[in-house]
Structure formats: C-alpha cells, structure tokens
C-alpha cells in the first residue's frame, strides 16, 4: 500500500511539475527593461511606464518622468514627459511638461502644442477638449483649432449636444457652435444631460437643496424644490440612476432620504415618501421600510 500510495502521488506531481511557467506578461517584459507599467496592457501599445531606479521601485515626484513605449519597450520620441500625463485614449494622450500640456499621437508626434496649462476631456464625440490659456477655459478640436475663446472660468461635461460652462461664478450650458443657448443662472449642475434633461440648482441655496430639472433649451420643467441627501450617494436599491432620467423617469428625493419618481413633463407619479424604488418594464413601485408598496403602471 505505501508503494501504491507513493506510485499515485508521483502521477499527481508530475503534471504539476511539467507545466509552463506563468505567460510573459507585458508588465513582466518591461520591468526587465527597467520601467514600471502604468497603463492596463488590455489598451496596448504604446504603453504609459515609469523608469524603475536601482532599487527596483519608484519614487513619486512632481517632475517624475512618464515614458511612452511601443510593442518592444522602446521610448517614442520626444518624451520623456512628466507626471501628470494621462495614457492614451483613442489613439491620443494628453501629456504633461514644464507645466503645460499638449498631446501627442501614437507614434509620439506631437498633433497639440505643450502650450496650455490644462487639457481636459469632456466626453465629445470628435474627441474635442477643455483648454486652459491665462484668460480661462475655452475648446479647442483634436488637433488644436479653437472652437471657443477661452473666455470661461470653467468647461465641464459634454452629453446630448451641450456643453456646462462656468461664468462669473454661475453655470450654464454651450452648444457645438459655442453659443450660450442656456445662459448663466445656475449654481450647480448635476451629472449631465440624459434623455433631454440635466438637474440644475438655483443661486443662493444651500450646497444640497434647490434643486430641479431643466431641458435642452434651458425650460424649467420641474419647481427647484428637490434635495440630493447624503444618503442617497449609491445607497438605493434602484435600476433608474438617482436624479437621471431613463427612459422618461427620473427618482427625485429629500433631506429625509425618502424617494419619488417624476415623469418628462415634471409630474410626480411616486410621491417622496418611500425607501426605495424600483423598476419593471411595465411599472414604477415605491417601497415603503415595512414591505408595503404602491405600484405606478406605466402609459403604453
């Protein structure tokens, strides 16, 4: 029996023992070339890394220098840059230099001059992006034309043909030619247009209270009664995003944390009273902390 045993687990060891090493992964291959991956090697090359030291580890720094490597883990050109670059994103990444920013394409050409102090991307389908000069915020194309003066204190998420902009301390919202077609009345902008309405707040208002919904052309659809509690950040059982519409609802709330549901024209369907909502195809149900609900059938 000691035999049979020893017999099966020599049968047992020897796959184990024949398998082959862990793959060569890319962070693998460059860390023998002495750099430290930073970007996910799912993105491919080129790959944003930092130089290891002697040590083996980095050592993080305001003028810290960001490689951009190719398949093989050679450098692009131009660079070294600093940290504070970003990786690439549909074949550009933003980079970072003596305190200005520029952005180059995959082969390391520079396609956007080292010539602002900030570039941010805004989500726009022609990849367009928020330029910050002396004078402020403006737009600016994928290789740099601008499409508006940089006449703003602040650009910010771009979604269903708008743009938010910040002017003297209050927000508005752009259109692709750059004109204000919702002036500067609002405090604060919550998340971004989805299904032709953003959530605004008026001026003057408490941080969380205030609050209501606008459309595409800046018409009030809701009162700003509506207040965003501290409980409501990701902790509702819901399948409609809080405060975003969805297919024509949208959950509203109040200090208290309970949850209502108004439709595209403004109108509360679900009072604020309950817990928390949910969502079929068919109905809106409102959910009271002891099991009870009330059920909204949707129109067909």
């Given at each position: 029996m000691p035999a049979l045993r020893f017999l099966l687990l020599l049968l047992l060891w020897r796959p184990v023992a024949g398998q082959p090493p862990p793959p060569d992964t890319v962070a693998r291959r460059l860390q023998r070339l002495g750099y430290f991956l930073v970007s996910a090697s799912k993105n491919g090359p080129p790959f944003t890394a930092y130089k290891l030291n002697a040590a083996g580890s980095i050592s993080v720094y305001p003028t810290m220098p960001v490689y951009y490597l190719d398949g093989a883990g050679r450098p692009l050109p131009g660079g070294p840059y600093q940290y504070g670059s970003g990786d690439f994103q549909n074949g550009q990444a933003i980079v970072h230099r003596d305190d200005r920013e520029g952005v180059i394409n995959q082969q390391g050409t520079v396609?956007?001059?080292?010539?602002?102090?900030?570039?941010?991307?805004?989500?726009?389908?022609?990849?367009?992006?928020?330029?910050?000069?002396?004078?402020?915020?403006?737009?600016?194309?994928?290789?740099?034309?601008?499409?508006?003066?940089?006449?703003?204190?602040?650009?910010?998420?771009?979604?269903?043909?708008?743009?938010?902009?910040?002017?003297?301390?209050?927000?508005?919202?752009?259109?692709?030619?750059?004109?204000?077609?919702?002036?500067?009345?609002?405090?604060?902008?919550?998340?971004?247009?989805?299904?032709?309405?953003?959530?605004?707040?008026?001026?003057?208002?408490?941080?969380?209270?205030?609050?209501?919904?606008?459309?595409?052309?800046?018409?009030?659809?809701?009162?700003?009664?509506?207040?965003?509690?501290?409980?409501?950040?990701?902790?509702?059982?819901?399948?409609?995003?809080?405060?975003?519409?969805?297919?024509?609802?949208?959950?509203?709330?109040?200090?208290?944390?309970?949850?209502?549901?108004?439709?595209?024209?403004?109108?509360?369907v679900l009072p604020i009273r309950f817990s928390h909502i949910t969502r079929t195809d068919s109905t809106l149900v409102g959910h009271y902390r002891r099991n009870k609900t009330v059920v909204y059938r949707i129109p067909r």
């Amino acid at each position: 029996m000691p035999a049979l045993r020893f017999l099966l687990l020599l049968l047992l060891w020897r796959p184990v023992a024949g398998q082959p090493p862990p793959p060569d992964t890319v962070a693998r291959r460059l860390q023998r070339l002495g750099y430290f991956l930073v970007s996910a090697s799912k993105n491919g090359p080129p790959f944003t890394a930092y130089k290891l030291n002697a040590a083996g580890s980095i050592s993080v720094y305001p003028t810290m220098p960001v490689y951009y490597l190719d398949g093989a883990g050679r450098p692009l050109p131009g660079g070294p840059y600093q940290y504070g670059s970003g990786d690439f994103q549909n074949g550009q990444a933003i980079v970072h230099r003596d305190d200005r920013e520029g952005v180059i394409n995959q082969q390391g050409t520079v396609v956007i001059a080292l010539r602002y102090a900030s570039l941010r991307r805004i989500r726009h389908p022609q990849r367009w992006l928020a330029a910050r000069a002396q004078q402020g915020w403006g737009l600016i194309d994928s290789v740099g034309q601008e499409i508006i003066p940089p006449r703003y204190e602040d650009l910010d998420r771009y979604s269903e043909g708008r743009l938010a902009a910040r002017r003297e301390g209050k927000w508005g919202f752009l259109d692709l030619a750059g004109r204000e077609v919702i002036p500067p009345l609002y405090q604060a902008v919550h998340r971004e247009f989805r299904n032709g309405f953003v959530l605004v707040q008026q001026p003057g208002l408490a941080v969380l209270t205030g609050y209501g919904f606008i459309n595409r052309h800046g018409q009030a659809i809701t009162p700003f009664a509506y207040e965003i509690p501290f409980c409501a950040i990701g902790h509702f059982r819901s399948l409609t995003s809080f405060y975003q519409f969805n297919r024509g609802f949208a959950i509203v709330g109040d200090d208290a944390c309970r949850k209502g549901v108004v439709d595209s024209t403004g109108r509360l369907v679900l009072p604020i009273r309950f817990s928390h909502i949910t969502r079929t195809d068919s109905t809106l149900v409102g959910h009271y902390r002891r099991n009870k609900t009330v059920v909204y059938r949707i129109p067909r």
